[in-house]
C-alpha cells in the first residue's frame, strides 16, 4: 500500500522569502507524484507532477518539486513567495493501479 | 472551470434529513471519486466509480450512498443527516485509474443545522 506524509500542517514564511514544503511517500512500487494547491474558498488545482522522466519538475507560477527516490521525498520548494501563494497544499501519490492518496495538507502563510 | 461541474455549490439543511449532491465529470474521463473535507478530519476518500461500476471504498458513512449514470455523471445521497456531517464534498475525476492525477470541482458546501 502506498501512503503519503507531510511532516509540516502550517508554515508561515515572509513574502519574499524562499520556501520548502515537504512531501514523504511510502510504496513498495515505482510511484507517479503530485502537487495539489487549494487557495481559500475553492477547490483542489493540480500545482505539478511527475510522472517520468527528469526529476525536477515546475510549475506556471514559480514553484518546483524534486523527486527523489533513494529519499522517498517529493518536496515543494519556491525561491520567493508572494501573498498569493497563501494556500493549502496537497502531497498526493499513485502507483497509478491505486487511487491517489493524498496527504494531510500544509497551510502556507505569507507574512507581509 | 476545471470543467468538472458540482451543484449545488451550497446547501443549507436540518438534521435528520436527506440530500443529493451531483458531479459531472470532465468530457472523457470515465472515472469519479468523492472526497469529504472538513476542518478535524482533513480530506477524506469516500468512494469512486469507473464507468458506472464501483472501484474503491474508502470511509464512506452507511448513511451515505452514491451511483454513476450511463452518461457518467454521479449523484452522491445523504441521508439522516447530522451536524457532524456538515463540510465540503468534492467530486474529481480522471481519465483511467488516475496515474495522469485528477480534476476537482469547486465542492458543494454542505451544512447541517
Known amino acids: 500500500a502506498q501512503s503519503v506524509t507531510q511532516l509540516d500542517s502550517q508554515v508561515p514564511v515572509f513574502e519574499e522569502a524562499p520556501v520548502e514544503l515537504r512531501c514523504n511517500y511510502s510504496s513498495s512500487v515505482s510511484v507517479y507524484l503530485f502537487w495539489y494547491v487549494q487557495y481559500p474558498n475553492q477547490g483542489l488545482q493540480l500545482l505539478l507532477k511527475?510522472?517520468?522522466?527528469?526529476?525536477l519538475v515546475e510549475s506556471i507560477n514559480g514553484f518546483e518539486a524534486e523527486f527523489n527516490k533513494s529519499q522517498t521525498s517529493f518536496h515543494l520548494r519556491k525561491p520567493s513567495v508572494h501573498i498569493s501563494d497563501t494556500a493549502e497544499y496537497f502531497c498526493?501519490?499513485?502507483?497509478?493501479?491505486?487511487?491517489?492518496?493524498f496527504g494531510t495538507g500544509t497551510r502556507l502563510t505569507i507574512i507581509p | 472551470d476545471s470543467g468538472v461541474t458540482q451543484t449545488p455549490k451550497h446547501l443549507i439543511t436540518a438534521t435528520g434529513q436527506r440530500v443529493t449532491l451531483r458531479c459531472s465529470p470532465r468530457?472523457?474521463?470515465?472515472?469519479v471519486y468523492w472526497y469529504q473535507q472538513s476542518l478535524d478530519q482533513g480530506l477524506q476518500f469516500l468512494i469512486q466509480?469507473?464507468?458506472?461500476?464501483?472501484?474503491a471504498k474508502g470511509n464512506i458513512l452507511e448513511r451515505f450512498s452514491a451511483q454513476q449514470f450511463p452518461d457518467l455523471h454521479s449523484e452522491l445521497n445523504l441521508s439522516s443527516l447530522e451536524l457532524g456531517d456538515s463540510a465540503l464534498y468534492f467530486c474529481?475525476?480522471?481519465?483511467?485509474?488516475?496515474?495522469?492525477?485528477?480534476?476537482f470541482g469547486s465542492g458543494t458546501r454542505l451544512t447541517v443545522v
Open positions: 468530457s472523457g474521463d470515465l472515472s
Open positions: 511527475y510522472l517520468s522522466g527528469s526529476t
Open positions: 466509480y469507473y464507468n458506472g461500476e464501483e472501484r
Open positions: 498526493a501519490v499513485t502507483t497509478g493501479n491505486e487511487k491517489l492518496t
Open positions: 474529481a475525476s480522471s481519465v483511467g485509474r488516475g496515474r495522469y492525477g485528477y480534476t
